[in-house]
């Protein structure tokens, strides 16, 4: 009896009724997204399912502590590196070629796997580790030394960056996420990051500026075709290409806007919006429970924030807040890009809004990630003196 006390103590109680909420929120919205006329497969109970191996992978996870995570960084990236690039030469037959790349390795029995969404949490576990490793062995700090520790990072998140890139911008743009947010709070002195910060606003600054008003300089030298640019044209002009790129767009915009204060209600949608259970489900959200039910479900992520942050401060275990900080720069970016791109903030990059939206890759890559907080919990150890011993 003894021993359940203690593990009862020592679970993250506050974080699991926060998965919960999400789960319910997730299935109600999904169960009403999915219609008889447009899906053959049973969404809502494919995304319990998922659920449910989701929540077998933050028991295995939580077996392991951060000591033996931090030994076996490597090999999970190194594993991660791996399928990305097996999806590349891999034959159509288990990597069907969708939307003009492969993203996804199709097993039966399984179904799809996309291997991005694993490898996001495999490259926040190695940052936090090479962190850790440089600030321990490099007590006494010089430009050198963070100029080292910058390069290290970057080489790391550019090899399966360029190995995503060609698959899945979206996913790409998260990974440029994580980096920057793990960059922020490696120590690295500003006489270093003002100018690599300055020149990637630049050269986005630049790449903006020819999309919109000289994409004939992109296409002449670049060979970019002029259709590549339509989710820009159609994100700043939804009503010039409804009938086209900015159909989804327009669409989430009428509904989102009918659903005024309180929303239509359960199941009570009349703005049709093609596979809104995926990357669209806030849509579905704001049409159906208003402004009151899209603000709970943005509080909800905000609750979550938190309590990864104070995650982050109360670990004794630098490895660990690291872990944190990657995972909290992963999901903002996520939720700030998915309500984003339904409410016009944003260009459409298809990514899903997290522990919401249906798809098994994306939310057994989040609940990996959710392990790792609930092992820190779980493992987390008081010492005297308020840290944990060298």
Same mark, same amino acid.
């Given at each position: 009896?003894?021993?359940?006390?203690?593990?009862?103590?020592?679970?993250?109680?506050?974080?699991?009724?926060? =998965?919960?909420? *999400?789960?319910?929120?997730?299935?109600?919205?999904?169960?009403?997204?999915?219609?008889?006329?447009?899906?053959?497969?049973?969404?809502?109970?494919?995304?319990?399912?998922?659920?449910?191996?989701?929540?077998?992978?933050?028991?295995? +996870?939580?077996?392991?502590?951060?000591?033996?995570?931090?030994?076996?960084?490597?090999?999970?990236?190194?594993?991660?590196?791996?399928?990305?690039?097996? =999806?590349? +030469?891999?034959?159509?037959?288990?990597?069907?070629?969708?939307?003009?790349?492969?993203?996804?390795?199709?097993?039966?029995?399984?179904?799809?796997?996309?291997?991005?969404?694993?490898?996001? +949490?495999?490259?926040?576990?190695?940052?936090?580790?090479?962190?850790?490793? #440089?600030?321990?062995?490099?007590?006494?700090?010089?430009?050198?030394?963070?100029?080292?520790?910058?390069?290290?990072?970057?080489?790391?998140?550019?090899?399966?960056?360029? =190995?995503?890139?060609?698959?899945?911008?979206?996913?790409?743009?998260?990974? /440029?996420?994580?980096?920057?947010?793990?960059?922020?709070?490696?120590?690295?002195?500003?006489?270093?990051? =003002?100018?690599?910060?300055?020149?990637?606003?630049?050269?986005?600054?630049?790449?903006?500026?020819?999309?919109?008003?000289?994409?004939?300089?992109?296409?002449?030298?670049?060979?970019?075709?002029?259709?590549? *640019?339509?989710?820009?044209?159609?994100?700043?002009? @939804?009503?010039?290409?409804?009938?086209?790129?900015?159909?989804?767009?327009?669409?989430?915009?009428?509904?989102?806007?009918?659903?005024?204060?309180?929303?239509?209600?359960?199941?009570?949608?009349?703005?049709?919006?093609?596979?809104? #259970?995926?990357?669209? /489900?806030?849509?579905?959200?704001?049409?159906?429970?208003?402004?009151?039910?899209?603000?709970?479900?943005?509080?909800?992520?905000?609750?979550?924030?938190?309590?990864?942050?104070?995650?982050?401060?109360?670990?004794?275990?630098?490895?660990?807040?690291? /872990?944190?900080?990657?995972?909290?720069?992963?999901?903002?970016? #996520?939720? *700030?890009?998915? +309500?984003?791109?339904?409410?016009?903030?944003?260009? /459409?990059?298809?990514?899903?809004?997290?522990?919401?939206?249906?798809?098994?890759?994306?939310?057994?890559?989040?609940? *990996?990630?959710?392990?790792?907080?609930?092992?820190?919990?779980?493992?987390?150890?008081?010492?005297?003196?308020?840290?944990? @011993?060298?």
């Amino acid at each position: 009896m003894g021993k359940k006390q203690i593990v009862a103590e020592k679970f993250d109680w506050t974080l699991c009724f926060i =998965l919960f909420l *999400f789960f319910l929120i997730s299935c109600s919205a999904i169960y009403s997204a999915q219609t008889t006329e447009q899906y053959n497969e049973n969404y809502f109970l494919r995304q319990i399912l998922y659920y449910f191996i989701g929540s077998v992978i933050v028991a295995f +996870v939580m077996l392991f502590d951060s000591y033996q995570y931090r030994k076996l960084s490597w090999y999970l990236y190194g594993f991660g590196i791996l399928l990305l690039a097996a =999806l590349i +030469v891999a034959p159509e037959s288990i990597a069907p070629i969708r939307n003009g790349a492969k993203s996804w390795f199709v097993l039966p029995g399984i179904g799809s796997i996309q291997p991005s969404e694993f490898m996001k +949490v495999f490259l926040i576990i190695l940052l936090s580790k090479l962190i850790c490793d #440089h600030q321990e062995k490099n007590t006494a700090k010089t430009i050198h030394t963070d100029f080292y520790l910058f390069l290290k990072l970057l080489v790391v998140t550019l090899v399966p960056l360029g =190995l995503i890139v060609v698959q899945d911008l979206g996913t790409a743009l998260v990974i /440029i996420a994580i980096f920057i947010g793990m960059l922020l709070v490696s120590g690295i002195t500003w006489k270093l990051m =003002l100018p690599v910060f300055a020149l990637g606003t630049t050269f986005a600054g630049t790449i903006l500026y020819f999309v919109i008003w000289a994409p004939e300089i992109l296409e002449k030298y670049l060979g970019v075709e002029t259709y590549q *640019f339509n989710r820009i044209y159609s994100w700043l002009d @939804p009503e010039s290409f409804q009938s086209g790129a900015g159909y989804h767009l327009y669409k989430s915009l009428q509904a989102i806007g009918s659903g005024l204060l309180t929303g239509r209600g359960f199941g009570e949608r009349v703005v049709y919006i093609p596979e809104s #259970h995926t990357d669209f /489900i806030f849509s579905v959200i704001g049409e159906e429970y208003g402004f009151a039910g899209a603000s709970f479900v943005i509080g909800l992520f905000f609750i979550l924030i938190y309590h990864l942050t104070k995650t982050a401060l109360d670990t004794g275990d630098p490895f660990n807040s690291y /872990i944190c900080v990657g995972i909290i720069s992963m999901i903002t970016f #996520h939720v *700030f890009q998915n +309500v984003g791109m339904t409410i016009q903030i944003l260009p /459409i990059t298809g990514i899903p809004l997290p522990f919401i939206s249906y798809g098994g890759s994306s939310l057994m890559g989040n609940m *990996f990630a959710m392990g790792l907080i609930f092992s820190m919990r779980y493992h987390h150890k008081t010492y005297m003196f308020g840290s944990e @011993p060298k």
